[in-house]
């Protein structure tokens, strides 16, 4: 069985070629961030636009790459929730258009629960049950995840999301857009207990978040108490301090609500996604977590952590189910089950 896998749900328009012994044949992503860099973040009306630019040739890209023709693929999966309405509706639409012209089945896929599953593709072997952590651009949730096509959530984010936070603080410290590798880089040569930034919601039992709080308390220190705004702090020894104290703050979060999850559920495996992920410093935290509460760690490599089409090959395990998606199928811009 060959799959057709299709995500446009923000800036990255992917497609890709997989099959269902979860093996990827082609994982074609062509990322819109030099288009998006110069208004600081992603615009959703030139992220669809690029979309339906790009869409049919990264198409045509993933096929050559799997060295298989449209006539051989057995089913269409498509990430129709959650995203830019606008950018969802051009993977959706062709979803539906090719799986109407080569008839063949529909799967609807959650880009969220897509970031977790992206661990069963990497890891070639079962992960279920889990927790799951998507930490992304848009989202931070916390999911119980008792099997492939279930999951229950837990917590998630009351206001930014932790990807947000990086790019906005990465926009305060002036170090441009996309905010997480750039504060990265930057982090990687200051000191993380320079700053005592704020972690939020720590002192209850919550698996909940919240990172306004940290990304303000980082505007105060760069401009003064109750200031924000101003010009950016100049390179050097203060600027990277910042960077990695914030970076601290977050990790310090994620891997705390990540370890409460494990011990209020009582499961032996996390599974990691979403593009915050690709975060060397948390990876390498929630590692050293994971073999403190003898957990399982699942961590994609940096490819399957940021957005991609491969990660729609949940829809192999909802094909097997039965769970086709009818050709009226919706995009839907807030988070709902798909
Ligand atoms: O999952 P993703 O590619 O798209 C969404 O579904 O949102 O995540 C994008 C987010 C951005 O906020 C970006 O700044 C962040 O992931 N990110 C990182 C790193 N690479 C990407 N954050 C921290 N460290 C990184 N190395
Ligand atoms: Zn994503």
Redesign the pocket.
């Known amino acids: 069985m060959l799959f057709l896998g299709i995500e446009t749900?923000?800036d990255?328009t992917a497609v890709a070629v997989f099959d269902d012994a979860l093996r990827i044949h082609a994982n074609v992503i062509a990322s819109q961030t030099d288009i998006h860099r110069r208004f600081g973040g992603v615009v959703p009306e030139v992220a669809a636009r690029a979309h339906l630019q790009r869409l049919l040739p990264v198409l045509d890209d993933a096929l050559n790459q799997a060295k298989v023709s449209l006539a051989q693929i057995d089913c269409v999966a498509v990430h129709s929730t959650p995203g830019l309405v606008g950018a969802l509706l051009v993977g959706v639409s062709a979803a539906k258009m090719l799986a109407l012209a080569l008839d063949v089945p529909l799967v609807s896929v959650n880009?969220i629960e897509a970031?977790i599953y992206a661990c069963r593709v990497a890891a070639q072997r079962d992960i279920f049950p889990c927790i799951g952590l998507v930490v992304?651009?848009?989202?931070t949730s916390l999911f119980h995840c008792p099997a492939p096509v279930r999951f229950e959530l837990l917590g998630a984010t009351t206001d930014d999301a932790a990807?947000?936070a990086?790019?906005k603080v990465a926009h305060i410290l002036g170090l441009g857009f996309?905010?997480?590798?750039a504060?990265?880089r930057e982090a990687a040569q200051g000191n993380p207990r320079a700053y005592a930034f704020p972690r939020s919601f720590m002192q209850h039992d919550r698996l909940d978040f919240s990172f306004s709080g940290l990304k303000t308390a980082v505007l105060y220190a760069v401009h003064g108490q109750g200031v924000s705004t101003g010009p950016p702090p100049p390179p050097g020894q203060r600027r990277a301090d910042l960077a990695a104290s914030f970076q601290q703050a977050v990790i310090d979060v994620l891997v705390a609500k990540a370890q409460r999850a494990l011990r209020k559920t009582g499961l032996t495996r996390l599974a990691v996604g979403?593009?915050?992920a690709?975060?060397?410093a948390?990876r390498a935290a929630l590692a050293d977590m994971a073999q403190r509460e003898n957990a399982e760690l699942f961590i994609p490599p940096l490819a399957l952590?940021?957005?991609n089409a491969a990660m729609a090959a949940q829809a192999v395990e909802k094909w097997r189910l039965g769970l086709l998606a009818s050709l009226d199928l919706d995009a839907v811009p807030s988070y709902r089950p798909a």
């Open positions: 749900s923000c990255e880009h970031h992304s651009g848009g989202h990807g947000e990086f790019d996309p905010g997480g590798p504060i990265e979403g593009g915050v690709a975060n060397r948390l952590c940021t957005d």
